[in-house]
Structures are given as structure tokens and as C-alpha cells.
């Protein structure tokens, strides 16, 4: 099991230490495309080679492992464990929409308010409203939640 643990260390590592290394490589080194930047396709193949290898690799560890008895534990039926996914769907989706909307509406707001310091109120307000959405995923979650 201890294996597994220094393998997602190395994954962990291997993300900080490439994003590192592709940061500080000489200003020379011509990019391959202007919208792939590579340190960012360097971590993602990184990261999705170690989960990929954790998942080959470890899953007969945490299917080996006895049967302890413990008292007062219930045993969570695979219907239930998807009905969980899918509560903390919403959630996760509008989190990741809300931060698209949030990084746009921020630096704009940020250049107005250099601009017109009075325009502050205005645009609290729509980054108010882009913040909004990860909100409603909560509640949605949570009334999901509140049914199964």
C-alpha cells in the first residue's frame, strides 16, 4: 500500500517540478502551437499517466484488503453511492462555470474600476451575479441530497 502513496508523490512532484521546468526554460524555445501551452499538456499527460497507473496498479491492493468487523456500519449500495455522484454533480459543474464566468468578468471590472473608480458598486454587482451560479449548484445539491 505504501507503493501507492509514493506513486501519487510522484505524480504530485512530477506536476510542480514540470511546471517548473517549463516556466524557466530559456526565452528562446519556440512554443508548439500559441494555445497549447506546454507545460500545462506536459502536467495533464503526467497527472492522467499516474491516476491511469494508479488505478491498474492499485486496484487489487484495495480489493485484497480483509474484512474488518466494525459495529455500526451500514453498507452503501452501489445505487446509493451513484445517487451521491450525482448529487455532488451540480455542485462540481457550477463551480467550474462559475469560475469561467468570474475570470472575464474580474479583469474587466479590474480595468474599469482603474479607469472610473466610481464604477466599483457596478461591477461587484456582476461578479456578484457570476458568483451566483456555483450558489444555486450548492442548493441544488443540497435539496438532491435532502431526497435520497
Aim: aromatic letters at 6%.
Amino acid at each position: 500500500m505504501y507503493w501507492l502513496v509514493a506513486l501519487m508523490t510522484f505524480a504530485l512532484a512530477g506536476l510542480i517540478l514540470t511546471g517548473v521546468y517549463f516556466e524557466l526554460r530559456p526565452a528562446g524555445a519556440l512554443p508548439i502551437r500559441p494555445w497549447l501551452k506546454p507545460a500545462m499538456a506536459a502536467q495533464l499527460l503526467l497527472f492522467v499517466g499516474a491516476q491511469v497507473a494508479l488505478l491498474l496498479l492499485g486496484i487489487n491492493q484495495a480489493f485484497a484488503q480483509e474484512a474488518q468487523e466494525v459495529v455500526n456500519i451500514t453498507e452503501i449500495s452501489t445505487g446509493m453511492g451513484l445517487a451521491i455522484i450525482g448529487a455532488g454533480i451540480p455542485t462540481g459543474l457550477s463551480t467550474i462555470g462559475a469560475g469561467i464566468a468570474v475570470g472575464p468578468i474580474g479583469a474587466a471590472s479590474l480595468a474599469a474600476i482603474t479607469e472610473k473608480p466610481e464604477t466599483l458598486g457596478r461591477t461587484l454587482i456582476y461578479l456578484g451575479l457570476a458568483e451566483g451560479i456555483a450558489i444555486y449548484g450548492l442548493v441544488i445539491s443540497i435539496l438532491l441530497l435532502n431526497r435520497i
